[in-house]
């Protein structure tokens, strides 16, 4: 008798995230009734014992041991070469989900044959709005980024409604929560995508290393002819960054090493030397006040936000595509 399909497979990459893990994959089961799921948890060569936890607490879960750290992408690949669900979901283990994140996920795309993926609302871990559902980058919304603009936008929900058509030259996740939507891509913290989409465009490009892979992947999706969805009637807690602080300033300088790498890819040299000196200029200006704002008043992380801005200012200055086909790994 032949067993029943699998509603979705979730890859999760681990990298040093123990207990952050256990609970992702505790939130995954325990808000998943009735689903048919395979759970493949690809691990970066973690040293906190990660594997051995997944092995332990959770035996109906694959793992995958890479014994060293082959960053977002090529491991989440690694995953979905195995991957026998009708969806592929690819989930962050710093995420807790709540109830009916990821059903209400299928259920619309099950009804959405134009969808090719979607996304639902993210929260931080206080509970708040966090990015979700984005338009693409552009130089100008990623000069706000680099010179730390984004910062100082409110995330009021009036305000969405208000200005998100503005809002959203300079944040692209500026828009109301309020409805289903058509996007450019959603966030990689969880990303829901249908398996003949993989079929046709593949999985992550592997030259990227770490960050914006989301953005070029639905990219690739909406060249291929299908739509990207946000739908924001359920959440899911990210809380952000937990392997990434373990590395903050290679984490740093690869973010926007993969922006550089992206617009040369899908934009031209042109866009790319733009960005670039963009990068220049702002990693100068910021690197600049945080110096004398550790001087005048040293305190925790001053040094290293301070470090992250100067590697990333040598980045910048030095990344040509070009000639390095690929974001580099740590």
């Not at 998100?164 to 990303?191: E, F, K, M, N, S």
Request: proline letters at 4%; aromatic letters at 10%.
């Amino acid at each position: 008798m032949s067993q029943p399909p699998v509603d979705a497979t979730i890859t999760i990459v681990s990298f040093n995230t123990r207990e952050k893990l256990a609970d992702c994959l505790q939130s995954v089961f325990d808000t998943t009734p009735g689903l048919r799921l395979e759970v493949i948890v690809i691990d970066n060569g973690s040293r906190d014992g990660s594997v051995e936890m997944v092995r332990e607490r959770f035996p109906q879960v694959t793992v995958i041991a890479t014994g060293q750290n082959l960053g977002f992408g090529r491991a989440h690949n690694l995953g979905m070469r195995q991957a026998g669900g009708r969806y592929l979901i690819v989930l962050n283990p710093d995420t807790l989900l709540l109830e009916r994140t990821i059903q209400r996920q299928l259920e619309f795309m099950d009804s959405a044959p134009d969808a090719g993926a979607c996304g639902c609302t993210v929260l931080d871990a206080t509970r708040a709005f966090a990015p979700s559902g984005h338009r693409d980058f552009t130089l100008l919304s990623l000069a706000a980024n680099v010179f730390n603009l984004r910062a100082v936008l409110p995330r009021d929900e009036w305000l969405r409604r208000r200005a998100g058509r503005w809002l959203g030259r300079v944040h692209g996740a500026y828009h109301p929560h309020d409805a289903v939507r058509r996007v450019d891509w959603v966030d990689g913290a969880c990303i829901v995508v249908r398996s003949e989409v993989y079929d046709k465009v593949g999985g992550f490009d592997e030259g990227i290393f770490l960050n914006a892979e989301d953005f070029d992947w639905c990219f690739r999706m909406r060249q291929a002819g299908w739509h990207i969805y946000h739908v924001p009637d359920v959440a899911l807690v990210h809380l952000m960054h937990q392997s990434k602080e373990q590395v903050y300033v290679p984490s740093f300088v690869s973010s926007y090493q993969s922006f550089l790498y992206l617009f040369h890819k899908h934009k031209g040299r042109p866009a790319y030397l733009a960005l670039k000196a963009v990068m220049v200029a702002g990693f100068s200006w910021r690197l600049l006040l945080a110096t004398l704002r550790a001087r005048l008043s040293p305190r925790d992380g001053a040094s290293r936000n301070r470090d992250a801005l100067a590697a990333a200012l040598r980045m910048a200055a030095t990344y040509d595509p070009a000639r390095q086909a690929s974001t580099s790994g740590w």
